[in-house]
């Protein structure tokens, strides 16, 4: 069975730091790696989505990293802002969930 | 579109009742999920569908747990009996295809809580 770790599991930055969170998988047999933000009391927005033939995907201020053989991914959050404050999930094959990193990004 | 509408937003019931939670998806798509945030398991995937038909129901718990797709625009999800464990964020999402990133939209949730 698929098992999905998040580190950390929250994480506190000042703003216009870069940051980096970390999502790690057991089975390198997957067709794509998603990463979501939550927020307080709302449902999952989506972020980037790496198909497994993919590096990486960037969009804006975010990076999102792919290495299936070492069962890993990275999302890199550049110049951060108080408004990235969320919590950030990564989901393999839309069906597996790490447990989330809280990041709260402090003025 | 207004996205996809989960109802009701808060459910308070008591142990034992039975407890029905709604989803409509998105016009169009074709897959639906249903899902279960707890601090404890975080979220996790309990069933999902494909053109109304369960493709996936290894995680629903147990069979006080049922989930039902009678047209492209509605489902359910039904507890009965309920218990306090069951206490959790249910969310649903669909998607245009199952690994369309674009088409893949959640609910904002039903917050059952079982006393």
């Known amino acids: 069975k698929q098992e999905v770790t998040q580190i950390p599991a929250a994480l506190s930055v000042p703003e216009g730091e870069n940051l980096v969170l970390n999502c790690s998988f057991t089975?390198?047999?997957?067709?794509?790696l998603q990463w979501f933000r939550q927020d307080p009391g709302k449902g999952l927005t989506s972020l980037l989505l790496?198909?497994?033939?993919?590096r990486e995907q960037t969009s804006g201020r975010l990076n999102a990293s792919l290495d299936k053989s070492s069962g890993r991914s990275t999302l890199y959050i550049a110049a951060s802002q108080p408004g990235d404050s969320a919590t950030y999930l990564c989901?393999?094959?839309?069906?597996?969930f790490g447990a989330g990193t809280r990041l709260t990004v402090k003025p | 579109d207004a996205g996809v509408i989960q109802s009701p937003r808060h459910e308070v019931t008591e142990m034992g009742q039975e407890v029905t939670l709604r989803c409509k998806p998105i016009?169009?798509?074709?897959?639906l999920f249903w899902y279960r945030q707890t601090m404890m398991r975080g979220l996790e995937l309990l069933i999902y569908?494909?053109?109304?038909?369960?493709?996936?129901d290894s995680g629903m718990p147990e069979d006080r747990f049922s989930a039902k797709m009678p047209n492209a625009s509605f489902s359910t999800l039904k507890i009965q009996p309920s218990e306090p464990r069951d206490s959790a964020v249910y969310f649903c999402?669909?998607?245009?295809?199952?690994?369309?990133?674009?088409?893949?939209?959640f609910g904002s949730g039903t917050r059952l809580t079982v006393v």
């Open positions: 016009s169009g798509h074709d897959y």
């Open positions: 790496i198909q497994s033939s993919q």
């Open positions: 089975d390198s047999a997957i067709y794509n």
């Open positions: 989901a393999v094959n839309n069906m597996r």
């Open positions: 999402a669909s998607s245009l295809i199952l690994t369309d990133f674009y088409g893949y939209t």
């Open positions: 569908f494909n053109n109304n038909v369960p493709i996936d």
